[in-house]
Every structure is written in structure tokens, then in C-alpha cells.
């Protein structure tokens, strides 16, 4: 193709697809997305990936044994990472999962911890939550992180049972009892003797993540590592 075609084609492409900075509203360049590269290096990174007994692994520390876990950035109030997982769980974004799917993606290949995953699990949302929101955010990021990692996503492996109530205004305790039952394997056989890296968007007391990793783990040689795209102290 000419290098003149693309140059001709970029004003209708912006026409056709707004392509504007979601941090600081500035046009973007065509090879970026969601971000420009500005705002992309002004996200809290932080630093987890190579780090052992992080704060991600210390909310597990004696209810889930995990391989390795890390999030990408911290979640705080006001924030532009706040605004994209807004973006994700209540403005019908998609793809803004798969985009910080792909982000956790690349660090995950320069993590020497996470070396050796087989396949990636998204929490599981309830059927009708999926049905509202139109997609499960964590599979979205599932995806961004499978296209990096070239591994499959099996995300029929389990399944949520039912509605929870929401936890803002629960203690520590009800929060953790009102997690039995809520996961099921429906395809344990696709989990034995396999490294499966459990994906989520945001964790903050991770009783959810602890509920599903309990029963991953239950299967025959079965090992799990976890990676969320935030990690706050807050509920989200
Ligand atoms: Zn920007």
C-alpha cells in the first residue's frame, strides 16, 4: 500500500471510529488505543509481577495456596484507573478489558514467576449479572491476556451458582460464609495436572478469588496463580 493511502484514510477513520485519549481527551495517534502514551505511563504500576509476598499475596496467605500473584495497577479513588474500570463494569466497554488484559498480558511474559501458566480462568460472573452487563468483564481481560500469552482461555471450566448479596456493607466474616457453594467445575477433567492463572478485574478482599481458587485447586494436580488488573485496599 502507498504511504499516502493511510493519510488520506486517517480523517475518515477518526470520523468513523472517535479516537480520542479516554485520560486526557487529546486525538490519539493511530497506532494507539484507549490511551496515549502519556496518560498510559501516568497509570500506577505496581510492581508486583516479580515481587514475592506482595500485597495480592498476602490477602491468600492461609485461605488459598497460589503459585504467584500480582496486579497491574493500583485502583484508587478519582483515578484515571478508576474511570477505565468504570468504563469496563458499567459503560458497556469491553474493550477496555481486552486492553488491560494485554498490558498484564506483556508483563506476564517478562515474569519469570508466571513462567509456566497452561491456561486462563475469569472469574466467573452470575448468568443474569452477564446478561445485563452484556459480557463478564474478566473474561474480557481473560482475552487480552490469552492473545499476548498464546494460551487458551477455558471459561467454561466452572461456573458462579447464584446472586451475592452485595458486600459493601457486610463484616469480614458474613463476606467470607456468604462465598460457600457460590462456584462449581463443570469441566474438572480440562484442569488436571494443569497451571491455571485466574483472572479478575479488580481484587480487594479477594474472597471471590479465594472461593473459585478453592475449588480449581480440589482438582487432581491442579495449581493456580492469579493477576487482576487492579488491586486497592477500597471497595471499588
Ligand atoms: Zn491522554
Request: aromatic residues 8%; positive net charge.
Amino acid at each position: 500500500m502507498k504511504p499516502w493511502i493511510p493519510s488520506l484514510l486517517q480523517p475518515l477513520l477518526h470520523l468513523l471510529y472517535p479516537h480520542y485519549c479516554e485520560g486526557c481527551h487529546t486525538d490519539l495517534l493511530l497506532r494507539e488505543s484507549l490511551l496515549c502514551a502519556r496518560c498510559e505511563l501516568s497509570l500506577p504500576a505496581t510492581g508486583f509481577w516479580e515481587a514475592t509476598n506482595n500485597p495480592v499475596e498476602k490477602i491468600f496467605r492461609g485461605r488459598l495456596s497460589v503459585e504467584a500473584g500480582a496486579a497491574a495497577y493500583f485502583f484508587t479513588q478519582d483515578s484515571l484507573m478508576q474511570h477505565l474500570i468504570t468504563l469496563l463494569k458499567y459503560k458497556n466497554n469491553p474493550a477496555v478489558g481486552r486492553w488491560l488484559g494485554k498490558k498484564m498480558g506483556y508483563a506476564l511474559l517478562d515474569a519469570t514467576r508466571f513462567s509456566a501458566i497452561d491456561c486462563i480462568i475469569p472469574l466467573p460472573l452470575h448468568p443474569k449479572k452477564e446478561f445485563i452487563r452484556g459480557y463478564n468483564q474478566a473474561q474480557m481481560i481473560a482475552e487480552g491476556v490469552a492473545e499476548i500469552l498464546q494460551k487458551p482461555v477455558m471459561q467454561q471450566a466452572m461456573v458462579r451458582n447464584q446472586f451475592t448479596r452485595t458486600q459493601t456493607h457486610q463484616n469480614r466474616n458474613s463476606r467470607w460464609d456468604n462465598m460457600q457453594g457460590v462456584f462449581s467445575l463443570r469441566h474438572p477433567e480440562w484442569l488436571v495436572n494443569k497451571h491455571c492463572l485466574l483472572v479478575d478485574d479488580v481484587i480487594t478482599t479477594g474472597a471471590t478469588l479465594v472461593a473459585c481458587g478453592n475449588e480449581l485447586i480440589s482438582v487432581s494436580g491442579c495449581r493456580i496463580s492469579i493477576a487482576t488488573a487492579a488491586y486497592t485496599a477500597l471497595q471499588p
